[in-house]
């Protein structure tokens, strides 16, 4: 697609259940990235794909967090039994080369626990 | 642990008002720093990018300014307009994949 696409753009979940948060990058891009942003707080790196290789899951602040990335294109983050400390705007970026440079953004799927 | 800072965390400002923001960073392995326009339910947009001590980039009437020896970047708006209303996040690259984000300076400008 011409950017990159996160659905959905809203979501408001009861603490405990599970949630999915899609993330569709430019085509051809190489490296996905995910990261959140808590109130407050700068945004916080989770996880990063490039090509083949295995992810880098550094950054997942939990087991309950999970990501995969199917074909090398789109990703799916999930949250299991989400707590209200997840609440946040999880953000995705692709990038060609996974550099660091480059980096294009969606705009967001904003997660409230309640 | 690297640490990004950006001061103030808010900033409410009046239409025509010009102002400014910092970027906090470490002054070691410094590979570049970007500033990013975050608009509400937007994707953030790229503004600048950043590697050379006293850099000095202008984008209309935003411009920015980097001091890598010190650990700083200033962003400065002039004129302020309604449309400049977003969060503005400094990001700092090491060279690696990972990069460091500010908690970002969240810019209101008032008609």
Same mark, same amino acid.
């Given at each position: 697609?011409?950017?990159?696409?996160?659905?959905p753009?809203?979501?408001? %979940?009861?603490?405990?259940? =599970?949630?999915?948060l899609?993330?569709d /990058? +430019?085509?051809?891009?190489?490296a996905?990235? $995910?990261?959140r942003?808590? *109130? @407050?707080?700068?945004l916080?790196?989770? +996880?990063?794909?490039?090509?083949n290789?295995?992810? =880098?899951?550094?950054?997942? /602040?939990? =087991?309950?967090?999970?990501?995969?990335r199917?074909?090398?294109?789109?990703s %799916? *983050?999930?949250?299991?039994?989400t707590?209200?400390?997840?609440?946040?705007?999880y953000?995705?970026?692709?990038?060609l080369?996974?550099?660091?440079?480059? &980096?294009?953004?969606?705009?967001g799927?904003?997660?409230?626990?309640? | +642990? *690297?640490?990004?800072?950006?001061?103030?965390?808010?900033?409410h400002?009046?239409?025509? =008002?010009?102002t400014?923001? %910092?970027?906090s960073f /470490?002054s070691?392995?410094? &590979?570049?720093?970007? $500033?990013?326009r975050w608009?509400?339910?937007?994707?953030p947009?790229?503004?600048?990018?950043?590697? *050379?001590?006293?850099d000095?980039?202008?984008k209309?009437?935003?411009?920015?300014?980097l001091?890598?020896?010190?650990?700083?970047? &200033?962003?400065? +708006?002039?004129?302020?307009q309604?449309?400049?209303?977003?969060? &503005?996040?400094c990001?700092?690259h090491? @060279?690696?994949?990972?990069?460091?984000f @500010?908690?970002?300076?969240?810019?209101?400008?008032?008609?």
């Amino acid at each position: 697609g011409a950017g990159v696409s996160q659905s959905p753009s809203n979501k408001v %979940t009861e603490k405990g259940k =599970d949630v999915e948060l899609r993330c569709d /990058p +430019i085509s051809g891009h190489t490296a996905l990235y $995910w990261y959140r942003q808590s *109130l @407050g707080q700068g945004l916080e790196f989770l +996880i990063y794909f490039q090509g083949n290789s295995a992810p =880098d899951k550094s950054g997942l /602040p939990s =087991d309950r967090f999970s990501a995969e990335r199917t074909g090398g294109s789109v990703s %799916t *983050l999930t949250i299991q039994r989400t707590q209200q400390e997840d609440s946040a705007v999880y953000l995705c970026a692709s990038s060609l080369t996974g550099d660091s440079y480059g &980096y294009t953004f969606g705009s967001g799927t904003r997660l409230t626990v309640v | +642990i *690297l640490n990004v800072e950006q001061s103030p965390q808010s900033l409410h400002v009046q239409e025509g =008002d010009s102002t400014n923001f %910092t970027c906090s960073f /470490p002054s070691s392995n410094f &590979y570049a720093l970007h $500033w990013y326009r975050w608009e509400t339910a937007k994707s953030p947009e790229a503004l600048f990018v950043m590697t *050379l001590n006293g850099d000095e980039k202008k984008k209309g009437r935003i411009s920015a300014t980097l001091n890598t020896k010190e650990g700083y970047s &200033y962003l400065y +708006i002039k004129g302020s307009q309604p449309e400049d209303s977003a969060t &503005y996040l400094c990001a700092f690259h090491t @060279g690696g994949f990972k990069t460091i984000f @500010g908690a970002g300076t969240r810019l209101f400008v008032k008609a």
